[in-house]
């Protein structure tokens, strides 16, 4: 595997189901983030992570749960979702720290999700 | 203000004509700036990056950033129906990795 992997690609739930997303970057980064994109809609910035600690929580309903276990994986927990969570949901990768280029950010193919 | 002003478009173009897509920013600590294209359905995936004022080129990709009017933009030559896609603007500070995106341009490159 190369860059950032995404599973599941697509997911359809009911409102009351409890499902994970996962996120997995082989870049060698420290850096993570999950983005909402719901449709013809800008990216979204939901949580961001450095070295593990969750750095940036943008006002997101307790509804979702990220979860960063080491620097290279990244979870989402999803529970009692909403219709309007439908979207698509990006992860993506960057360095951590000062300096022109250490934000670069590497997306992932993303999880398509639609909430019933 | 928005932070990242881009026009929504669409952008139309011929195929084979050079195609200017522009983003102002607000922040003047931004020091870090990025064109990333994204095709429908699908992740946006990084073309350039460019940090220091003046023009760097990559391919038919030119970008161009002018701090002091708080401008960049991406030129595309030639370009082809594959080009078609909405591109995203964003910035980042010298301090923290956060990136601030731009809500994009639709380009639509007809043959």
């Known amino acids: 595997e190369t860059g950032v992997t995404q599973t599941p690609r697509h997911l359809v739930m009911g409102m009351t189901n409890k499902k994970s997303l996962k996120c997995e970057q082989h870049?060698?980064?420290?850096?993570m983030y999950w983005y909402k994109q719901s449709a013809k809609k800008p990216l979204e910035l939901m949580f961001v992570?450095?070295?593990?600690?969750?750095?940036e929580n943008n006002s997101v309903p307790s509804r979702f749960s990220p979860e960063c276990p080491n620097s290279s994986h990244l979870f989402l927990h999803l529970h009692t979702l909403q219709p309007e969570d439908s979207a698509l949901y990006l992860c993506a990768s960057s360095q951590a720290g000062r300096g022109a280029g250490v934000n670069t950010q590497y997306f992932g193919p993303g999880t398509r999700l639609t909430v019933l | 203000q928005k932070e990242v002003e881009q026009n929504s478009g669409p952008l139309s173009v011929p195929e084979g004509a050079i195609a200017s897509l522009n983003c102002t920013y607000s922040d003047r600590g931004s020091q870090s700036f990025f064109w990333y294209r994204q095709y429908s359905g699908k992740s946006p995936e990084l073309i350039m990056s460019?940090?220091?004022?003046g023009d760097k080129e990559d391919g038919r990709f030119t970008a161009q950033l002018n701090k002091a009017s708080q401008y960049v933009s991406l030129l595309i030559r030639d370009s082809q129906p594959s080009d078609s896609a909405t591109y995203l603007c964003a910035l980042g500070r010298e301090y923290g990795n956060k990136l601030v995106f731009g809500a994009g341009t639709i380009l639509r490159v007809k043959s």
């Open positions: 870049l060698g980064h420290n850096a």
């Open positions: 460019i940090y220091s004022n």
């Open positions: 992570y450095n070295f593990k600690e969750q750095t």
